[in-house]
């Protein structure tokens, strides 16, 4: 329990991870990629998306709130991004939203929020798969 007007800190680092997979995932449902924000909620740092199918995939990010999909944003994630040397992987937190103190994006979620992700067409590869990985501070 906190006192008015009392300082916040982090209390725990935590991480987010998700992947679709061709044959196992269905394109366009939404998965859970975090769900485990503290009493004072938590601060996403960073997401990551990589992809090392043939073709780009456009993947989405969204917030979970009271039974609604609140979608942040939808980024179009590169053929082997991150898997192949000069295609880096994507971030799918970007403008509009908050910057830290050192000017980076964010997102923040209270308790009872879900942090989801989709991708939009299908994985074409049978080894193929698009992997998110959120950074998270819980508070």
């Known amino acids: ?7 916040i800190t ?11 997979h061709q044959g196992i995932d269905s394109p366009g449902i939404w998965a859970t990629l975090y769900s485990n924000p503290g ?10 998306v990589t992809n090392n199918d043939s073709v780009a995939h456009p993947v989405s ?11 942040i944003n939808t980024v179009n994630v590169p053929s082997t991004a991150g898997f192949v040397s000069g295609i880096l ?13 050192y000017g980076n994006p964010y997102v923040q979620i209270i308790p009872g ?27």
Request: charged share 10%; no cysteine; aromatic share 8%.
């Open 1 to 7: 329990m906190t006192t008015p007007n009392s300082l």
């Open 10 to 20: 982090p209390q725990t680092l935590d991480r987010g991870l998700l992947q679709f």
């Open 39 to 48: 009493t004072s909620g938590a601060r996403i740092n960073a997401i990551v």
């Open 61 to 71: 990010l969204s917030i979970l709130s009271g039974g609604k999909n609140y979608t």
């Open 89 to 101: 992987p994507v971030s799918l937190l970007w403008q509009g939203l908050p910057l830290d103190q």
């Open 113 to 139: 929020d879900v942090l989801q992700a989709y991708f939009a067409n299908a994985l074409i590869s049978p080894t193929s798969m698009v992997s998110i990985v959120a950074t998270v501070m819980v508070y």
